[in-house]
Structure formats: structure tokens, C-alpha cells
């Protein structure tokens, strides 16, 4: 299978793409998010192989914006599980989440406000456009924030035809159409014709890129499933994997081996 996919890479590179999740794969694991970087060589190396293959693509559950400022113009960038990516150096909606722009605002709003009400100290409302993320991680009661702020969004949600999703010490209110990772693997290897796609994760989260690999494979193409190990990613993740590469910084080897072949 490996191999399968390394012929098509040196035969026909441009019908050969790369996926790959951004913490734990292309940065180490942090304590504060906002602290992630690429590590050294992997935004050269991701450059280099978008030039030479039909597509280097992140698909991350970050914000598009944020990735947009670590990794460049150079690849393509998926956003938030797919519900917002890069296009010409700006961040857009997708097609599937646009029509709820206007709702999901009026709904940022309205959790503003009743967290405000509220008034629970340590809670943090995020917007990203196409996700509103209640955090109560800092509230110094946490369990009882949740509780409250899971009626809050579940009341927003309900009235706006949206969805409430419990996260760790998150609750999210988002659009009720079904994204992942996987449908944006499935999704840019069908627009690319890709004959070979790799996908290259650390997380539970990345299964399901793992199943869309499985997808893909059983079209006949050829496919890498790459797990990188770290104190955190789960066995069924490794077992599952093709390849298993120790870290970022053999993420980066893993991918400059492309380039080599
Ligand atoms: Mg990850």
C-alpha cells in the first residue's frame, strides 16, 4: 500500500495528494493553543511538495486564520474540520456552513448576552464564524458553569434550528449539517482526481480521515495512513496506521522522504 502510493508520488505527482491535522502532527502538543507553531522545516517542506503534487491540504480543528498565520499561503487550509478554508489568502465559509452565517451571528449575540446575565466569572465565548465555543475551563466552579451553559446554548441553539454539542469543558453551538475531516479528504480527492492521498494524524479525531483513506482505497486508490505517536494519541489510532512516525519532527523527515524518492 505504502509503496503503492510513493509510485504514484514519483510517477505522477500530480495526481498524488497530502492531508495532514496541525497540533501533534506539524506542532508539538501545547499547554496554550495559542502557543502551537510548525516545527522547524515543516513549513519549507510543505511548500516544496505543494509545488511538486495535485494538493498539500491541513485539516485542522483550529480556526482557518490562525493556520493561515503559522503555515502561509503556500498549501491549502481547512479550517475548523472543514467548515472554513483559505482561498487567496483570505478566510471564507464553506459552501455548506455559508447559508447560516447570519444565524450563527444573531446566536453569538444572544450567548453574549445571556453568559453576560449570567455573570459566571471564567467563562470564555469564542467566535469562529462558523462555531460559537462556550469555554468554562477557568470558571472556578466548572461543572456548575457547564450546567448552566449547557441550558443557555441548548435554548439558542433549539430556537435557531441549530446544534448543541458538549466538547471538554466546551460547549459549542454550530450549523446543523454533519462536516469532518473526512468529508474534506473525500471531497479534495475527488476535485483533485487523486490516483494516491496520504494522511498523516495524531488523534481520535483523525480516524475519521483514516476512514475516508479506507473509502478512497476501496476506489482503487492508493492510500498512506500515517500515525504520529505522542504521549497522547490512542492506540487504535497507531494500530490502525500504515506508518507510525515518533513526532513532528519525523512528520517533517516522513515528508521530506517524498521529495527524495
Ligand atoms: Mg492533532
Known sequence: MTDDFR??????PDRAGVFLDFDGTVSEIVEMPSDARPVEGARAVLGELARRLAIVSIVSGRSAGQLLGWLGRDIEIWGLHGAEHVVEGRVELSDFVAPYADVMAEARAELEKRCAELGLPGVLVEDK????????????????AGVKLEAIATDVARARGLKMLPGRMVIEV??????????????????????????LGDDVGDLRAFDALDELASRGVATVR????????????????????????ATVAWLRSLLAD
Open 174 to 199: 454550530k450549523p446543523p449539517v454533519e462536516f469532518s475531516k473526512a468529508d474534506v479528504v473525500l471531497r479534495l480527492a475527488s476535485e483533485h482526481d487523486l490516483g494516491a492521498a496520504a494522511f
Open 226 to 249: 500515517v500515525g504520529v505517536r505522542s504521549d497522547e494519541s490512542p492506540p487504535e489510532l497507531l494500530e490502525r496506521a500504515d506508518e507510525v512516525v515518533d513526532g513532528p519532527e
Open 7 to 12: 509510485a504514484v508520488v514519483a510517477s505522477n
Open 129 to 144: 464564524a462558523a462555531i460559537v465555543g462556550l469555554h468554562y475551563r477557568n470558571a472556578p466552579v466548572a461543572e456548575d
